[in-house]
């Protein structure tokens, strides 16, 4: 396929858009550009019929080459609720020429006139190649183990709602710890990048298989052992283990092989997994969060996931404040 050199593109005018032209991921923005999405997410939440028709006669692509519930449904929510219409396009991504058709579907559908792009897909770095060859705007809802910052933007404005932070998202004091597979997790590289910038400490813990020390690279912390920082914490987010992701080649008979990154489930539950018990340790006030899928009964039981705890509910309700205000500031304003 003939290359063609980077499309240029030029950063949203209107005041609110954080200068940005599309949202790839959370690393590098400064804490006034997060501020400024957080904010817009905020407005959002205020004042949802305030943008019923915002969008009204523009189209959003949603491209989603992985499997997705929640992500796809919120985006699809969002879009609805600014008056867009809405493609979904998916697919699954197993040929070898991935990057060519990742990027061929993506300027198809571009073609057709979609007023942004949501782009999921399996490749880290995927979203980053797609918005390089389209000009229109594009919204990574996850690649490969790379970035997922519309879930890192709704996981730290959830935490500032939990936490009277509303008026300026300044996490300063509290403890977050990111406990489970944060090695193969997206989500955490984005909560990674948002929580440390506007202030809180993070903690990666987990087995080192999954929390490997060379995370201290991100800003934070990592540590093997759960129980002695419970009482330390104001929220904890736990983290499927991403078993799909360990697939190691393919043996004759095509089927991969997978290589569990863990001993066992009783091991992993004995040191990691959120119990009553060990909820019952934590502060008062503290929050247990979950981006889902929930693996129950692994890293989270159902009585903590459904307890006074848990605002991983709020999450999703939140999600679909922060997407329609990343829709308004990407596709709002490129008319
Ligand atoms: C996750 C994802 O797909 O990145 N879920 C989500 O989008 N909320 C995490 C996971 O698959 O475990």
Redesign the pocket.
């Known amino acids: 396929m003939a290359t063609r050199a980077a499309t240029r593109k030029i950063p949203r005018t209107s005041p609110d858009a954080a200068g940005l032209s599309d949202l790839v991921g959370l690393q590098g923005l400064t804490g006034a550009q997060l501020r400024a999405l957080l904010g817009a997410t905020r407005e959002m939440a205020d004042h949802p019929g305030k943008y019923a028709n915002l969008l009204a006669g523009r189209i959003i692509g949603n491209l989603f080459f992985?499997?997705?519930?929640?992500?796809r449904t919120s985006f699809s929510v969002a879009a609805q609720r600014l008056g867009a219409g809405l493609v979904d396009v998916m697919g699954a991504t197993s040929s070898v020429k991935k990057g060519e058709t990742l990027i061929d579907t993506a300027r198809n559908v571009e073609a057709m006139g979609v007023a942004a792009l949501v782009v999921?897909a399996r490749q880290s770095g995927a979203a980053e190649l797609i918005a390089r060859a389209v000009a229109c705007p594009v919204i990574n809802?996850?690649d490969g183990r790379h970035e997922?910052p519309t879930?890192g933007l709704l996981d730290a404005y959830t935490i500032s709602q939990s936490f009277d932070r509303l008026d300026g998202f300044d996490l300063k004091d509290l403890k977050v710890a990111i406990v489970g597979?944060v090695a193969a997790?997206?989500?955490a590289r984005s909560a990674i990048a948002a929580l440390t910038t506007l202030g809180a400490r993070v903690v990666c813990v987990g087995p080192p298989a999954l929390c490997p020390k060379g995370l201290g690279a991100l800003g934070v912390a990592v540590s093997h052992d759960l129980d002695a920082l419970l009482r330390t914490l104001d929220v904890v987010m736990m983290?499927?283990i991403?078993f799909e992701r360990y697939a190691e080649g393919a043996p004759g008979n095509g089927e991969p092989i997978r290589r569990s990154p863990i001993a066992g489930v009783r091991e992993y539950r004995e040191m990691y997994a959120l119990t009553p018990s060990r909820a019952a340790r934590l502060k008062e006030r503290a929050i247990v969060m979950h981006?889902?899928?929930i693996n129950r009964g692994i890293e989270l039981d159902a009585e903590v996931a459904d307890g006074p705890r848990s605002v991983i509910l709020k999450?999703v309700a939140n999600?679909v404040s922060v997407r329609m205000a990343v829709l308004k500031m990407l596709a709002g304003s490129s008319a």
Not at 66 to 71: H, I, K, P, V, Y
């Open positions: 992985e499997d997705s519930t929640r992500t999921r809802a996850g997922h879930q597979d997790s997206r989500v983290l499927r991403q981006p889902g899928p999450q999600g």
